[in-house]
């Protein structure tokens, strides 16, 4: 950006941020607003309890500067924070409820972020930043190396270095680094961790300021429905496809691993009992700074489905009202119907090429049957010595459906209907219960039967006992069942 008169000047009449800082409240916004929202990483607060949060403030205030210093109830300030002109707050609704909910803007944040730095530091540390600049640099340059010959070169270059680090280490030689050099590093870590929870809230203003769009378009549009999808989702996925949706989406995958945060985890709590650090007194929420970058990415992912949820709306809508278009043509039709039916007009009135369609279904034809090709295995056939009783071949009861449909008909013959127990009267059971269970799925499958749940019958037949020698009356009971001819 170009830092000519023209463009500041715009930028001081607009920009939330700089009139955040000529504002005669600045103290008292940028302190209350970094203590609720920046120190805690809270990405939306309910409005009563933020104005009861704000209510102490000014009460600790009148005590010092009197009762005319902030004379306004506090919720009258959050509104006018949050107005317009100021743009300090976003306010907001969740879906589902009434009440209002407040939240940061990125320009506030970045307001507060350049305050912060105002402040004079007793410690300023620059061989980590020069040595993350130099990292960076080979990065970059070993990354857009496309020759194999110096990519191999190099890497055989750190495989040595390696080698020679490992040497050292064995021979008693271990570089550790000094507590000058761990209170570096963990500086620049604090304010990369910051200014990274800040570009979230930034990333998530640039997909809400698009979903504000696309409801916009989505009120005014007049067009084919087509038309429309084509025109959001091109926006959408330009805005995915960027250098910023590429880094977030990138970002996201790498935090997502469950692997990367127990790594993080780990390497805090070792961080954090080291002597050095320990000195600079960090926050006590930097043990747990990757949940917060983890909890600022899901208000993003939130703000996205809000986007596809409000294309699912409209889609929906368009849907209700194409139906009902579709009724009003067909309730037209139908009202000329009724006005045509005393006087039918003469001659054809519709000709119809045929009165079916012919329907043929992909999986009504019938699908490739590989043959079975049978595998006749050359094995020598041995006899076996065990004595075994082939009787049990021969026992098998099969009954004979045949004679039991003759003998149904025969019945049927001169008789409308006549029940399960009428026929085994005349021709007992000789298979026991096998053949009454051959009458019944005859009266499923080959006969017209009724069930009669009222009358109980019992069926009786003649059995061999399990000696094989004395014979037992058995019997069943079961609703009576009628055959009809």
Known sequence: MSLDFATLDILRTHHPAWRLLRSDHAPLVASFLH???VIPNVRAMAAADLAEALEDELYALRLHRGQDAFPKPALDYLNDWAAPDKGWLRKFYKPGTDEAQFDLTPATEKAIAWLAQLSERQFIGTESRLLTLFDLLKQMS???EADPAKRMAELHKKRDEIDAEIARVLAGDVPLLDDVALKDRFQQFMQGARELLTDFREVEHNFRQLDRRVRERIALWEGSKGALLEDIMGERDAIADSDQGKSFRAFWDFLLSSRRQEELTQLLDRVLALPAVRDLQ???????????????????????????????????????????????ILHGIESKALALRES???????????????????????????????????????????????????????????????????????KTQITLSALVAARPLQQGLAELVAYLQLGSETFHTTVDEDRVEPIRWQAAASDGQDVVIRSARLPRVIFIR
Request: glycine share 4%.
């Open 282 to 328: 960090p926050d006590s929420r930097t043990r747990r700074v990757h949940y917060d970058w983890m909890e600022a990415g899901e208000h993003t992912q939130r703000t996205v489905a809000a986007l596809s949820q409000q294309l699912r709306r409209f889609l929906d809508d368009q849907a209700w009202l194409e139906n009902r278009r579709i009724m009003d």
């Open 142 to 144: 070993e990354g857009s």
């Open 35 to 37: 203590r609720v929202f």
């Open 344 to 414: 039918p007009p003469t001659g054809n009135v519709m000709e119809m090429a045929e009165a079916r369609a012919d329907i043929e279904l992909a999986m009504e034809r019938p699908l490739f049957t590989p043959a079975v090709k049978p595998v006749i295995a050359s094995l020598a056939l041995q006899a076996g010595e065990e004595d075994i009783d082939a009787r049990a071949l021969f026992d098998q009861v099969v009954v004979d459906k045949t004679h039991l449909i003759r003998h149904i008909k025969h019945a049927l013959q001169d």
